[in-house]
């Protein structure tokens, strides 16, 4: 009894932390100093290309905290695993894999956010699997990954900031 409770508090931390990440992640904001192509192709993917793609992410992460614990029903998590959560990061993943850049540097960004995706995805396919075939331990272990991928979405967020430095862009968080 005392480890579900620990495991649902460290569930319900996560998942905050990962949408104080995500929310980082999505309100970022440009302004540029110059007239430079790649500080323009920089401020082209992150408030156009992304601006999109960072909706659909708060959309998951919202899904994604309120999602039903898997003590309430493996069935029920299962299936709300594959037809809600595993849905909005197919299109998150397809949206992602769609922007076109011919910099080096913003494609090497947009990897690093497909990988946290795909991340994310790795780890909710097995967690879904885990439920439907009952497997408690499964479950936990693939659930554990999910925070493998807070750290990938976090070496996202510090190569965005790092380049918009580089390019002496301003980062702006919008006014909540």
Do not use: W
């Amino acid at each position: 009894m005392k480890s579900r409770k620990n495991m649902k508090k460290r569930s319900v931390l996560f998942s905050r932390i990962s949408c104080v990440l995500l929310l980082l992640s999505s309100c970022l904001l440009f302004v540029s100093c110059g007239k430079d192509t790649k500080a323009a192709a920089l401020e082209k993917f992150a408030n156009r290309d992304m601006a999109k793609i960072n909706v659909a992410y708060n959309k998951f992460a919202k899904a994604y905290v309120a999602s039903p614990s898997y003590t309430e029903g493996m069935e029920i998590y299962a299936s709300y695993v594959n037809d809600t959560l595993l849905t909005q990061l197919d299109d998150i993943i397809k949206q992602t894999q769609a922007i076109k850049t011919g910099q080096k540097e913003i494609k090497a960004l947009k990897d690093k956010y497909l990988k946290a995706m795909k991340g994310y995805k790795q780890a909710l396919t097995q967690c879904a699997t885990a439920a439907s075939a009952q497997d408690t331990q499964a479950l936990e272990q693939a659930r554990s990954e999910i925070s493998n991928v807070g750290t990938d979405l976090q070496d996202y967020n510090n190569s965005l900031r790092a380049l918009a430095k580089k390019y002496k862009m301003t980062v702006k968080e919008p006014e909540h």
